[in-house]
């Protein structure tokens, strides 16, 4: 068949993204995830996976969402208002509510749907403003594109930039929306300065702690935890359960009035089939392998201690990161995807992150970090990495 004139400017396009060395490709994993991959037919050690605590692949999971599935049939069948909602996602909500403090909390299929479900429904309106951190996760930035509310975006973690913004703004509901770790970054949100802001600005403070939840914290509880914040009513905190939890899904938690009104009138909650409850019974298994992984989230911070002294000295500097995200900045997108591909080709797998994913001229690996790792794979990286510069 000939092409089509419409697809034209499609082709044109991707002709244009390859040309500036910003195709993407998928690579095919023939093993569960883990540090030792098998990917396109080659035994590859990884840096890739946002599976921090090692739990992803874990039998308790397995047999947990086994068992689950056995028990609860396949699909929930169903949204959550219909006729979806399982005993397994009531007893999951119930345990990430006592896990993170919060008087109550919803679960939703991916974190994706949890961020639109929350700044659009507290601020609908082009009399209410969202604040949020300009380096904030594609999924925030969308999630604010669902709103007719105005969007300020402020400078990366310039707090002194949100207060002018605050005192400015004359909005009937004042959202503020930031990463607590930023995923492209690995630092963290000043949550206690934010939450200062959200208090003498009358606004709500919604946090998402894809990358903290599981890891950070005394037992695993999140970036709020590992602050000392309170769970005060005006937070809205989101977690997803498909990185250190090692499932899929994700959380919204918050006050009894605040996650009422969510189900009430958030249209990604509302209008989606509720996850499959296997799925639910498989994150009740990790979240007491989480409470119970001092042991893990330990040796996940020697190694990124053991990472970060090998790597000092390099022609790459590694972003300032406490957390599992460790990103080398190499600036240029094809010297990233060259270095990439150079790691790739002794058998180590890291990602090279290039724009719209980061701001352009600041490519990066994205070195990721997992409880799984042992510090001999730590080492090989380093070592593979000087040889290279
Ligand atoms: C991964 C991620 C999400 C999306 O969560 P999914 O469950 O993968 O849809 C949202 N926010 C941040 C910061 C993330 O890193």
Redesign the pocket.
């Known amino acids: 068949m000939p092409p089509l004139p419409i697809e034209t400017r499609l082709r044109t396009e991707l002709a244009d993204l390859a040309c500036q060395g910003l195709a993407r490709r998928r690579r095919l994993l023939q093993s569960p995830c883990g540090p030792q991959a098998e990917v396109e037919g080659r035994k590859m050690l990884a840096f890739a996976s946002?599976d921090y605590l090692g739990l992803a692949a874990h039998p308790a999971l397995a047999e947990a969402m086994a068992e689950g599935a056995l028990r609860w049939g396949a699909g929930s069948g169903a949204s959550h208002l219909v006729s979806g909602h399982l005993a397994p996602h009531a007893a999951l909500e119930q345990r990430l509510a006592e896990f993170t403090g919060f008087p109550r909390a919803l679960t939703f299929s991916?974190?994706?749907?949890a961020?639109l479900a929350v700044s659009p429904t507290l601020a609908p309106g082009r009399d209410d403003a969202i604040f949020a951190d300009k380096l904030n996760?594609a999924?925030?930035i969308d999630a604010a594109r669902l709103s007719r509310a105005r969007h300020h975006r402020y400078p990366h973690n310039d707090m002194a930039a949100l207060a002018r913004l605050l005192a400015a703004s004359d909005a009937r509901t004042k959202v503020i929306v930031s990463?607590t770790v930023f995923?492209m970054d690995g630092d963290l949100a000043p949550l206690p300065e934010l939450f200062e802001l959200a208090e003498r600005f009358d606004a709500w403070l919604v946090v998402?702690d894809?990358?903290g939840f599981g890891v950070l914290g005394p037992h695993g509880e999140g970036s709020l935890a590992h602050c000392r914040l309170p769970a005060h009513p005006r937070v809205i905190l989101m977690g997803?359960?498909?990185?250190a939890a090692g499932v899929?899904?994700?959380f919204v938690a918050g006050s009894e009035i605040a996650i009422d009104y969510l189900l009430q009138k958030a249209r990604s909650y509302i209008f989606t089939t509720a996850q499959p409850p296997a799925v639910a019974t498989a994150l009740m298994k990790s979240l007491e392998l989480i409470a119970a992984g001092d042991d893990r989230r330990a040796h996940l911070q020697a190694l990124i201690r053991q990472l970060q002294e090998a790597l000092s000295g390099l022609p790459w500097q590694l972003l300032p990161s406490a957390t599992a995200i460790q990103p080398l900045l190499v600036g240029d997108n094809e010297a990233a995807l060259a270095l990439s591909q150079a790691l790739w080709e002794q058998g180590l797998w890291v990602v090279a992150i290039r724009p719209p994913t980061v701001p352009a001229g600041s490519a990066r690996l994205r070195i990721s970090l997992s409880a799984a790792h042992r510090p001999e794979d730590v080492a090989r990286l380093a070592e593979a990495l000087r040889g290279l510069a």
């Open positions: 946002n991916t974190g994706y749907l961020n996760h999924s925030l990463d995923s998402d894809a990358h997803t359960l498909g990185k899929g899904g994700a």
